[in-house]
T-cell receptor, first 110, second 118 residues
Framework: TQLLEQSPQFLSIQEGENLTVYCNSS?????LQWYRQEPGEGPVLLVT?????EVKKLKRLTFQFGDARKDSSLHITAAQPGDTGLYLC??????????FGTGTRLKVLA | NAGVMQNPRHLVRRRGQEARLRCSPM?????VYWYRQLPEEGLKFMVY????????ESGMPKERFSAEFPKEGPSILRIQQVVRGDSAAYFC????????????????FGAGSRLTVL
């Protein structure tokens, strides 16, 4: 059973466009993290959200945790080729164990 | 300022051989987690260890897989009698703290070890 579903699975856009990636679940999470993974490398943590309704901004990236703590979104403004990568959400349920989503593979074309 | 170090980065084994993957956590981190990533998939939790203790191995296959984190030296993920289905990227992550009742645990991942079974 996959607890965290990400959509879309694949996304190819032109430089300068905006995009939103979704991470959905029917389960409640105590915290949720977003990672970016580049080919041949490990995931790198972008952000952690712990409060329902929380919004965090990291330069052109905006992360939101749903009010009910069951879902999250990542919005990128004016995407750049350097944003290309695999975006993973990961949720924890009051424990150390993070469950990873299926991932969204983003490609930004110059 | 070394992060999580994994080696080897790439390992090729024939069916039936053994694979040993090593992970040195970040300095000051005493909690180690192993995850497996199959092509085009997310990461799947395998095992969580502290020094000399296996805390949670619920994600480990029941046979052929074992993990340890000795008092001295790196954590080791060992796969005996490898099969083609073991081909994957194996990631190690470390954290300075383990289970928390609230808040979030921050994991730092290594670059992974890519196992190919011929």
């Amino acid at each position: 059973t996959q607890l965290l579903e990400q959509s879309p699975q694949f996304l190819s856009i032109q430089e300068g466009e905006n995009l939103t990636v979704y991470c959905n679940s029917s389960s409640v999470f105590s915290s949720l993290q977003w990672y970016r993974q580049e080919p041949g490398e490990g995931p790198v943590l972008l952000v952690t959200v712990v409060t329902g309704g929380e919004v965090k901004k990291l330069k052109r990236l905006t992360f939101q945790f749903g009010d009910a703590r069951k879902d999250s979104s990542l919005h990128i403004t004016a995407a750049q080729p350097g944003d290309t990568g695999l975006y993973l959400c990961a949720g924890a349920q009051w424990t150390y164990k993070y469950i990873f989503g299926t991932g969204t593979r983003l490609k930004v074309l110059a | 300022n070394a992060g999580v170090m994994q080696n080897p980065r790439h390992l090729v084994r024939r069916r039936g051989q053994e694979a040993r993957l090593r992970c040195s956590p970040m300095k000051g981190h005493s909690h180690v987690y192993w995850y497996r990533q199959l092509p085009e998939e997310g990461l799947k939790f395998m095992v969580y260890l502290q020094k000399e203790n296996i805390i949670d191995e619920s994600g480990m296959p029941k046979e052929r897989f074992s993990a340890e984190f000795p008092k001295e030296g790196p954590s080791i993920l060992r796969i005996q009698q490898v099969v083609r289905g073991d081909s994957a990227a194996y990631f190690c992550a470390s954290s300075p703290i383990g289970q928390r009742s609230s808040g979030a645990n921050v994991l730092t991942f290594g670059a992974g070890s890519r196992l190919t079974v011929l």
